[in-house]
Structure formats: C-alpha cells, structure tokens
T-cell receptor, first 111, second 113 residues
Framework: NAGVTQTPKFQVLKTGQSMTLQCAQDMNHEYMSWYRQDPGMGLRLIHYSVGAGITDQGEVPNGYNVSRSTTEDFPLRLLSAAPSQTSVYFC??????????FGSGTRLTVV | DQQVKQNSPSLSVQEGRISILNCDYTNSMFDYFLWYKKYPAEGPTFLISISSIKDKNEDGRFTVFLNKSAKHLSLHIVPSQPGDSAVYFCAASDTGSNYKLTFGKGTLLTVNP
C-alpha cells in the first residue's frame, strides 16, 4: 500500500542508548517531517526536510538527528536516549499540493 | 509561544447535531490551514484544508471557515456521527516559506448516540 511506513511500532530503550526510527514513503513526496506527540502538547515538529540532502530543525530538535540521502527515506536518530524522549513519534510526507500524510507512529519508552 | 491555539480540550455533542471546533492563530504569515483527525493508536489523517484566499471550503459533512481578520478558523461537522469521535488537530503553514506545519494541541470530540 502506498503511504508512509514507520518502523518499529514499539520500542523500549534504556537511558543512554541510541537508536534510529525508520521512515519511508513511496509517493515521491518532496517534504518530510518528524513530529512527537505528548499528552496535552499536540504535535510538535522535531526536524523536517524539503528534499534530498536538505534538512532543518523544527520546534524541539535537541537530542535528535536526521538525514535525507534519498527522497524516500527520512530516519530519525536518538543520540543518547533520555526519559524525556518517551513519546509517540510520527513521520509525515507531502508533495505540497495536499496535506501531509502521516505514518502510524512509533511508541517509544525510555526507562 | 503557541502560534496555533485550540482552546477547547474537549467537546461533546449528540448524534445528528452540529459539531463546531475552533482554532486561533497568531502568525500573520500563515496562509494555508488544515484539519486532521486522529483516532487512538493511529496516525493523524488529513480531513480538509483552506487557503487564505478563501473564507470557506466544504467537503461533504465537513466545512471549514476562515476569518483572516480575526485569525480564526472553525470546522463544522453536520450531521455529527459517532464515528466522528476522535481528536481533531488544527494546523497552519506558511507556504511561501518551507511548508512545515504548526499544530494546535487538539480537541477531543465525542459524539454520543
């Protein structure tokens, strides 16, 4: 099915561990973004990309890195996990002519 | 500083009646507005959008109204159905810049049978 695919769906990390959340889209969209959703906080932008090789920071970038080597993939790296990064993470993509399409999310718990 | 505000955390309506969800924004550069619907354990799904050159956009039971002078938009759902029960997020973008979306905190809509 066409859309945005996120892996894994669930993850438990220990404080200090690193990991990469994967995101892939097969719609040839230019724009991709990572959001986190926390209770009572809505969706907050972590990093975004307007095309391969181009990334920029969003509202809450600290502790996260991204890269965009291809149009399809936009991985999010947690450098050293902290309990404050416990959240649900959503990846999204858009071609600018329509609203962003979101993945189903990754639920991350840092203990 | 919250640029997109949804001041009602929750709303409860009866099936068949109208649901009105409100959203305010502060950034005058925003020129494209969207509503997303989110069920638990799923990603947000696009519902309807409106450009700042319009003041109304309809799609079936869903209508979005934009009042630029008041920096206010609203989503009307008529008639409301139990399956509409979800969290609704308002989002805004400055399309002349980089098309990143800024979201409100969401409103939980409950439609009672």
């Amino acid at each position: 099915n066409a859309g945005v695919t996120q892996t894994p769906k669930f993850q438990v990390l220990k404080t200090g561990q690193s990991m990469t959340l994967q995101c892939a889209q097969d719609m040839n969209h230019e724009y991709m973004s990572w959001y986190r959703q926390d209770p009572g906080m809505g969706l907050r932008l972590i990093h975004y990309s307007v095309g391969a090789g181009i990334t920029d920071q969003g509202e809450v970038p600290n502790g996260y890195n991204v890269s965009r080597s291809t149009t399809e993939d936009f991985p999010l790296r947690l450098l050293s996990a902290a309990p404050s990064q416990t959240s649900v993470y959503f990846c999204a993509s858009s071609d600018r002519n329509y609203g962003y399409t979101f993945g189903s999310g990754t639920r991350l718990t840092v203990v | 500083d919250q640029q997109v505000k949804q001041n009602s955390p929750s709303l409860s309506v009866q099936e068949g009646r109208i649901s009105i969800l409100n959203c305010d924004y502060t950034n005058s550069m925003f020129d494209y507005f969207l509503w997303y619907k989110k069920y638990p354990a799923e990603g947000p799904t696009f519902l309807i959008s409106i450009s700042s050159i319009k003041d109304k956009n309809e799609d079936g039971r869903f209508t979005v109204f934009l009042n630029k002078s008041a920096k206010h938009l609203s989503l009307h759902i008529v008639p409301s159905q139990p399956g509409d029960s979800a969290v609704y997020f308002c989002a805004a973008s400055d399309t002349g810049s980089n098309y990143k979306l800024t979201f409100g905190k969401g409103t939980l809509l409950t439609v009672n049978p």
